[in-house]
């Protein structure tokens, strides 16, 4: 993957959000209240069971494909204005928490958010499938937790961007599911992610390579999405 550096930072790309929906009021409460986590679950799996709000794979491709629309329409304002690719992660400063939440939405150019494309196309759909409703606010904390081990771990003068490390979140939640749920389907679609995404495990070790790949954001993404499975 291509990365761009200038004289005062470099950009560390990570290169491999299901859509809030009626359910965002549980998505705050789950995450400020583990009490209220539990009753927002139990809450959608009524709906579930009683058949309302159900959310059907068709919904979950179209989730998937509006994220990823939104992933190419921020990529054409980057080519028009490239000061966008700044509003990143910056390691360790102020500035730099806002890009723990615009940094996935940012790409260094075409290749490296065709790359990511897929991970998002692929992994996206199998974890919009399998969680249905709940897929909103499991996703809300592996997408922050993704963003902030390399703000705390990443190098100083450096700029994180890019969506693997929330793809990385979804691919550590997929191949631990099955473990944590002990459920045929669970085993079977974490089986079917580790056959085609295992080799990506790779990616969550430093990587000293011609172009500089933030692993801070692949293993942070990629711890993230356990403890949220667990």
Known sequence: LIAESS??????????????????????LFLSSPVSGRRCRKKSEVLMRSGKGRFTNRQALRTVLGIIGLLWLVLLLTLVIPSIKYLGIRPRTLIGLAGILAAPLIHDGIIHCAANTMGILILGFLFAGLEKQRAGYILIPIYLLSGLGPWVFGAANSIHIGASGVIYGLLGYLLTIGFFRRHFKTILLSILVLVLYGGALWGIFPSYGRFPIS???????FLAGVLVAW
């Open 7 to 28: 004289p005062d930072c470099s950009f560390q790309v990570s290169g491999f959000p299901v859509s809030i929906n009626h359910f965002l009021l549980a998505n705050i």
């Open 215 to 221: 692993w801070e954001g692949h293993l942070s993404g």
